[in-house]
């Protein structure tokens, strides 16, 4: 099973619209990472939460840490065709003297004008 | 600065082929790494450098070689291609190991035949 747990899978919206995607990690969460992938191209960075409570924007994207919930959402205001895209989240999970980057599988979201 | 390339775009192979998939940045980052990133799977790093001269194995290296003579090249060598590496295969850098901020490259996709 995965250690991050993306929600929903996939995601149509009609643009104008509202949306959240939920990222539930199996652990505790120290630190949680959301990039945005288009399709057929690479992942872009959108944004990183550090803190219990944190919370981040980026023109109309917000995303939330809930450490208790160990969980993120990503929240898109008057959602637009421009994204459209794949959103990933990731975080750093401890592995002996290491720390390795672990991933969600992804959330599809189709805008439609 | 042109950030994260990687060539080539497409790629088919034979079963048996070899061949190397080119990485290289211009932004002086010592971190570098390959993903393959395939449906349900989700992001798995093959391999990754902390800088010149040193490599190390990640999640799924068998079938895959790489060297980091340089801080910008990380090339990534298919020895002999079976048709469970096709795939679309990711490089990213980031300043150092565990940066929060990743930048990747946008992608080759391999099929094997």
């Known amino acids: 099973s995965q250690e991050l747990e993306q929600s929903p899978q996939s995601l149509i919206v009609q643009e104008g619209k509202n949306l959240t995607i939920n990222c539930t990690s199996s652990?505790?969460?120290?630190?949680l990472y959301w990039y945005k992938q288009k399709y057929g191209e690479g992942l872009i960075f959108l944004m990183m939460?550090?803190?219990g409570g944190e919370e981040k924007s980026h023109e109309k994207i917000t995303a939330k840490l809930d450490e208790k919930k160990q969980q993120s959402s990503l929240h898109i205001t008057a959602s637009q065709p421009s994204h459209a895209g794949i959103y990933l989240c990731?975080?750093?999970?401890?592995?002996?003297?290491?720390?390795?980057?672990?991933w969600g599988l992804g959330t599809s979201l189709a805008v439609n004008p | 600065n042109a950030g994260v390339t990687q060539t080539p775009k497409f790629q088919v192979l034979k079963t048996g082929q070899s061949m190397t998939l080119q990485c290289a940045q211009d932004?002086?980052?010592?971190?570098m790494s390959w993903y393959r990133q395939d449906p349900g799977m989700g992001l798995r790093l093959i391999h990754y450098?902390?800088?010149?001269?040193?490599?190390d194995q990640g999640e799924v290296p068998n079938g895959y070689n790489v060297s980091r003579s340089t801080t910008e090249d990380f090339p990534l060598r298919l020895l002999s291609a079976a048709p469970s590496q096709t795939s679309v295969y990711f490089c990213?850098?980031?300043?150092?190991?565990?940066?929060?901020?990743?930048?990747f490259g946008p992608g080759t996709r391999l099929t094997v035949t």
């Open positions: 450098s902390v800088g010149a001269g040193i490599t």
């Open positions: 990731g975080a750093y999970r401890n592995a002996g003297n290491n720390r390795k980057l672990i």
């Open positions: 932004m002086n980052h010592e971190y």
């Open positions: 652990k505790t969460l120290y630190g």
């Open positions: 939460l550090q803190k």
């Open positions: 990213a850098s980031s300043y150092v190991r565990g940066s929060y901020e990743q930048y």
